[in-house]
């Protein structure tokens, strides 16, 4: 995203004025070409809107954080998903890795080019630690975006950048030298503007690699197959759709139909959170949202972790089971179902209560 003050503050303005005038009410103007409705944004609202960072790092704010630090953060808030050392779970694809001492001294991802290598993770693409500062600070942590503080951003991002060889144990990225590491990102030579998806002067200039003209004579011949999966072989080692990450490009066939058939597998055809969290009593279902609980659960759907219903019918006929649900609320933890680890959580002592009984009901509809 480009920075662009003007354009922001006439967004702001006119919501502004959207406001003022639903409430019958208009402050004196600053524009001309509306008299008497909106005002100009101010310096703080206008700021509060564009925390956008370049490539060239202007928007970055002031701040820094060490591995260190961005360790315990790491732990305490984005491993369960990420992984303890970003090679993430069985739903997120890995963030570290696939990267050498090689791609840091040349700026290029020799793996990239590599066909048999199984997948792309988060530092053998990113060119610009801007899109990955930019990125944590927007969007992390799922279930709680834009609550890291600035400098745990730094230290997030450093520990990242330490977990792939980039920077050493004691680093410190701050606001004054990340332009200096960014000289050491595995990718940062990898990108292109050739393309002409970015318009502009300085941008590529190219022709556009996409013209979209219908081919009426010497078309090319439609391609032919080299390779399939023979029927014999077809879910030989089970539904191939259910051994696949839901997040990224990886995509196994459902084996368990016939070839071109619609997947049947609920987790390719429903990953809707809130469609499986929705058919939730209304009161469960705010506590669960409120606290976090429906980014990694479903009611009936698994996501990162168990369906509520699936816990249920796990340790149904547990005459402790409220009890024992409170305490692994509480406690967090991994390994009663899979890897996953779920952190501790903070509700309240009735929230913790209402939450568990449900559950231990069945967690009914």
Same mark, same amino acid.
């Not at 080019?113 to 053998?124: E, I, K, S, V, Y």
């Not at 139909?257 to 049947?264: I, S």
């Given at each position: 995203m480009s920075r662009?003050?003007?354009?922001?503050?006439?967004?702001?303005? +006119?919501?502004?004025? +959207? @406001?003022?005038?639903?409430?019958?009410?208009?402050? %004196?103007?600053?524009?001309?070409?509306?008299?008497?409705?909106?005002?100009?944004?101010?310096?703080?609202?206008?700021?509060?809107w564009d925390i956008d960072v370049r490539p060239d790092f202007k928007g970055l704010p002031k701040g820094s954080g060490t591995v260190a630090k961005g360790q315990d953060v790491w732990e305490s808030k984005c491993s369960t998903c990420h992984g303890v050392f970003g090679e993430?779970?069985?739903?997120?694809?890995?963030?570290?890795?696939?990267?050498?001492?090689?791609?840091?001294?040349?700026?290029?991802?020799?793996r990239l080019n590599d066909r048999a290598f199984p997948a792309r993770t988060t530092l053998m693409k990113v060119s610009s630690i801007s899109t990955l500062w930019d990125y944590i600070r927007r969007a992390m942590p799922?279930?709680?975006?834009?609550?890291?503080? @600035?400098?745990?951003?730094?230290?997030?991002?450093?520990?990242?950048?330490?977990?792939?060889?980039?920077? %050493?144990?004691?680093?410190?990225?701050?606001?004054?030298?990340?332009?200096e590491v960014q000289k050491r990102l595995p990718n940062?030579?990898?990108?292109?503007?050739?393309?002409?998806?970015?318009p502009g002067k300085?941008?590529?200039?190219?022709k556009p690699d996409v013209q979209a003209k219908p081919c009426m004579?010497?078309?090319?011949?439609? %391609?032919?197959?080299?390779?399939?999966?023979?029927?014999?072989a077809r879910n030989a080692h089970g539904n191939l759709s259910e051994q696949n990450r839901l997040v990224g490009a990886q995509r196994g066939a459902d084996t368990s139909r016939p070839p071109g058939a619609v997947p049947a597998s609920p987790a390719i055809r429903e990953l809707s959170v809130e469609a499986s969290a929705a058919r939730a009593a209304p009161a469960e279902l705010e506590l669960l949202r409120k606290n976090g609980c429906v980014a990694c659960h479903g009611v009936d759907q698994r996501i990162v972790g168990p369906a509520f219903k699936d816990v249920a019918a796990k340790h149904a006929g547990r005459d402790d089971l409220v009890t024992y649900l409170k305490s692994k609320i509480r406690a967090g933890g991994s390994g009663v179902w899979g890897t996953v680890t779920m %952190?501790?959580?903070?509700?309240s002592e009735d929230d913790v209560a209402s939450i568990a009984r449900w559950i231990a009901d069945g967690a009914k509809n």
């Amino acid at each position: 995203m480009s920075r662009c003050p003007r354009a922001l503050q006439r967004v702001v303005t +006119l919501g502004v004025a +959207l @406001v003022l005038t639903g409430a019958g009410w208009a402050a %004196p103007s600053q524009n001309d070409r509306y008299p008497g409705i909106g005002r100009a944004a101010t310096p703080a609202e206008i700021t509060a809107w564009d925390i956008d960072v370049r490539p060239d790092f202007k928007g970055l704010p002031k701040g820094s954080g060490t591995v260190a630090k961005g360790q315990d953060v790491w732990e305490s808030k984005c491993s369960t998903c990420h992984g303890v050392f970003g090679e993430s779970n069985e739903v997120f694809t890995p963030i570290v890795g696939g990267t050498t001492k090689q791609d840091i001294e040349t700026g290029h991802v020799a793996r990239l080019n590599d066909r048999a290598f199984p997948a792309r993770t988060t530092l053998m693409k990113v060119s610009s630690i801007s899109t990955l500062w930019d990125y944590i600070r927007r969007a992390m942590p799922w279930n709680a975006p834009k609550s890291l503080s @600035v400098d745990e951003v730094y230290a997030v991002t450093a520990y990242i950048l330490n977990m792939g060889g980039i920077l %050493p144990d004691d680093f410190e990225l701050s606001d004054r030298n990340i332009a200096e590491v960014q000289k050491r990102l595995p990718n940062r030579n990898g990108t292109t503007t050739q393309h002409a998806l970015w318009p502009g002067k300085g941008l590529g200039g190219a022709k556009p690699d996409v013209q979209a003209k219908p081919c009426m004579t010497d078309c090319t011949a439609e %391609p032919k197959l080299t390779s399939f999966l023979p029927d014999f072989a077809r879910n030989a080692h089970g539904n191939l759709s259910e051994q696949n990450r839901l997040v990224g490009a990886q995509r196994g066939a459902d084996t368990s139909r016939p070839p071109g058939a619609v997947p049947a597998s609920p987790a390719i055809r429903e990953l809707s959170v809130e469609a499986s969290a929705a058919r939730a009593a209304p009161a469960e279902l705010e506590l669960l949202r409120k606290n976090g609980c429906v980014a990694c659960h479903g009611v009936d759907q698994r996501i990162v972790g168990p369906a509520f219903k699936d816990v249920a019918a796990k340790h149904a006929g547990r005459d402790d089971l409220v009890t024992y649900l409170k305490s692994k609320i509480r406690a967090g933890g991994s390994g009663v179902w899979g890897t996953v680890t779920m %952190p501790a959580q903070t509700l309240s002592e009735d929230d913790v209560a209402s939450i568990a009984r449900w559950i231990a009901d069945g967690a009914k509809n």
